[in-house]
């Protein structure tokens, strides 16, 4: 018969075991304010708020530039998970290893956006994306990927997950990768979650098209023993592709 003190030390040992595998995840957003967060963009801004729980926004018809939730806090190389919900075609999107722009930019950030898509049909999002100002270039899209394409749908609840370690950029929609990136334009800075420019002409009903951010949490240490496999191929930026104006 086992005593009760082996039992003992056996449900110990079996509780570190677990403990130590449990990734030390930190918060970045407690639910309740803006507390560890900035707004970030040109006046006038879009709406960005807390409701319910989450980080909302939504595009206000009038405003030139993009509209940011920023974090006061730089990220170099981290883990970063988030729920995200979207309604109708709202084009957003994460942005990671920011970096702040001067007053002449038409933009307050630049940075590795993966991009939430608002195309029902083209399906990109988890897609990688240099948003810089006037100009945007695709660093790795889903043309290829139609599992990926199907991970990510309007009116529901998804999970992102990004991994950036040194120049990899790895990412999941709903545990399935969507890509994989060899790059180092950028190194360190905030993370943020984009709420687009609104020309003043644009369609009002728009304006009713809601994202919410919330379960936002990141792992900075210890990288290597919490990263995934991931089944796609590390691939550089395409040299071939076309740097794109904004219209």
Not at 133 to 146: I, P, R, Y
Request: glycine residues 8%.
């Amino acid at each position: 018969m086992i005593s009760r003190f082996l039992l003992l030390l056996l449900a110990t040992a079996t509780f570190s075991l677990a403990a130590e595998s449990t990734p030390p995840w930190r918060q970045l957003f407690n639910g309740r304010d803006l507390q560890g967060w900035k707004i970030v963009g040109a006046t006038p801004q879009a709406a960005a708020y807390v409701d319910e729980g989450a980080l909302t926004g939504h595009m206000v018809r009038g405003t030139p530039e993009h509209t940011f939730f920023c974090t006061a806090e730089s990220f170099g190389d981290f883990i970063l998970e988030v729920d995200c919900y979207q309604t109708g075609g709202f084009n957003t999107g994460v942005l990671f290893r920011c970096i702040e722009t001067p007053p002449s930019a038409s933009v307050r950030l630049h940075g590795y956006q993966m991009k939430i898509d608002p195309s029902p049909t083209r399906q990109w999002t988890g897609g990688i994306f240099d948003d810089y100002g006037k100009n945007w270039l695709w660093l790795q899209n889903l043309k290829t990927n139609d599992r990926g394409r199907t991970a990510y749908k309007f009116n529901e609840w998804a999970r992102f997950r990004i991994e950036a370690v040194g120049s990899s950029v790895k990412i999941w929609v709903n545990g399935l990768p969507t890509a994989h990136l060899i790059d180092d334009k950028y190194t360190r800075g905030p993370i943020a979650f984009k709420i687009h420019s609104f020309p003043a002409k644009g369609d009002a009903a728009q304006e009713k098209n809601l994202i919410r951010f919330k379960n936002i949490r990141v792992l900075t240490t210890d990288l290597a023993r919490y990263a995934q496999p991931i089944d796609l191929p590390a691939l550089p930026r395409d040299p071939t592709q076309t740097v794109l104006p904004k219209p």
